[in-house]
């Protein structure tokens, strides 16, 4: 066991990790890719066709997106199945996005970290229970952290079970319709016409988080994509192979990007260690500067955010980046396999492996398969 610690320890990947989290000195950047900047790739980078007609302009509208043929979408030479998308969000509404994952998404029967170790009725509400700490935090940058500040995970839908690595029947609440509606507008787009979003883990990043080295293999229909969609300051993402010792690709997730893993690329590792904060003019990404003009709100799913409201969440994405990751769970009418072989808990681990814990003064969200 300890032997295989060690030797997972300093594979090819867990190398690079480390090499990216480095804090002293902080590492040279100029191998990270930049999907912003595809003509400084070439060879490696390639534009890839999207179904335009899959979503109309004025879903995607509603949606607060872009039309179609106005997105970016790429393919990355060796990983097929991949596809970035480069911020195909019109002004203002990923605004909407970071709102409904601090204020709505983290309201019960969602399950987030903190509902590992408190009361549900310490947990309820976080977000109105950390409005005081968050309003005095301009002016007292000290204060003791709220619970919107100690937040690291929120899950949705079929509730991830971090200690049996599975989903199940008896945890499930209803997924929300408006990323439900996003998921499909997006999955669609890229070809999966029949994707349905029953699962999803938010994760929160500070400026000190990473995200362990990790495959997402508990979904039981890997025919379907795996959606990330990346708000705030930007992440390095590395994206590796079917084994650790296969070639790594870092590169950046800025504020609106979408990663869709899926195909050969669906069961790949990948793991995020490090937030980048850009230090230009504005306290938060440009994206998340920008308001959104609601033509018609009734008809529209996103909606715009309150100037009260976004002042908390500005605060908050100043030193922070939020992850939203959506899967499909069960292959389209499949139920799951008898409840017996979900009984594989291992008692006590999940604070091992999945809060942010210190290691060498950084937090990290372990993950399966994690170093
Ligand atoms: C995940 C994941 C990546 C990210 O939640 O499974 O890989 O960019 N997230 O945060
Ligand atoms: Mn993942």
């Known amino acids: 066991m300890a032997a295989s610690v060690l030797e997972q320890g300093e594979d090819a990947f867990r190398k690079l990790f480390r090499f990216y989290k480095r804090r002293n000195p902080p590492p040279d950047f100029s191998n990270v890719l930049d999907f912003s900047k595809p003509e400084t790739h070439f060879g490696k980078v390639f534009t890839t066709d999207l179904s335009t007609s899959a979503v109309s302009d004025n879903a995607a509208h509603k949606c607060g997106l872009h039309p179609v043929r106005k997105w970016k979408a790429f393919s990355l ?29 983290t309201q019960k029967p969602n399950i ?13 509400n976080l977000w109105e229970k950390s409005l005081p700490g968050m309003r005095l935090k301009d ?4 204060a003791p952290k709220t619970l919107l500040e100690k937040l690291r995970w929120v899950t949705l839908g079929y509730h991830y079970n971090w200690d049996t690595k599975t989903y199940s029947a008896d945890r499930y609440t209803p997924f929300p319709n408006d990323l439900h509606a996003l998921s499909e507008k997006v999955a669609a787009i890229c070809g999966f016409q029949n994707f349905s979003a029953e699962a999803g883990i938010l994760n929160y990043y500070h400026f000190d988080s990473s995200l362990g080295i990790h495959v997402d293999e508990s979904e039981l ?10 708000f705030g300051h930007s992440a390095i993402f590395l994206l590796g192979g079917l084994s650790r010792e296969d070639p790594v690709t870092p590169m950046f997730m800025h504020s609106g990007d979408i990663i869709i893993m899926s195909g050969l690329s669906r069961l790949v590792y990948h793991a995020v260690p490090r937030i980048v904060i850009c230090t230009n003019s504005h306290p938060v990404p ?25 002042e908390i969440c500005e605060e908050y994405m100043q030193t922070s980046r939020i992850n939203m990751t959506v899967r499909q769970v069960l292959k ?9 072989s979900n009984k594989r808990t291992v008692k006590g681990q999940s604070d091992a492996y999945y809060d942010n814990h210190e290691e060498n003064g950084t937090s990290e969200i372990k993950r399966k398969k994690d170093v």
């Open 221 to 230: 229909d890997h025919s379907q994509p795996l959606l990330s969609f990346s």
């Open 77 to 105: 030479d060796g990983y097929p199945g991949f596809i970035f998308i480069t911020n195909p969000f019109l002004p203002g509404t990923q605004r909407y996005w970071v709102k409904q994952c601090l204020k709505t998404y």
């Open 286 to 310: 440009q994206s998340l500067t920008e308001e959104f003009r609601n033509e018609n709100p009734e008809d529209s799913i996103v909606q715009t955010v309150s100037k009260e409201d976004w």
């Open 139 to 142: 002016s007292v940058k000290r």
């Open 332 to 340: 389209i009418g499949a139920v799951f396999p008898s409840e017996a």
């Open 112 to 124: 987030c970290n903190l509902d590992m170790h408190m009361s549900q009725i310490e947990t309820e």
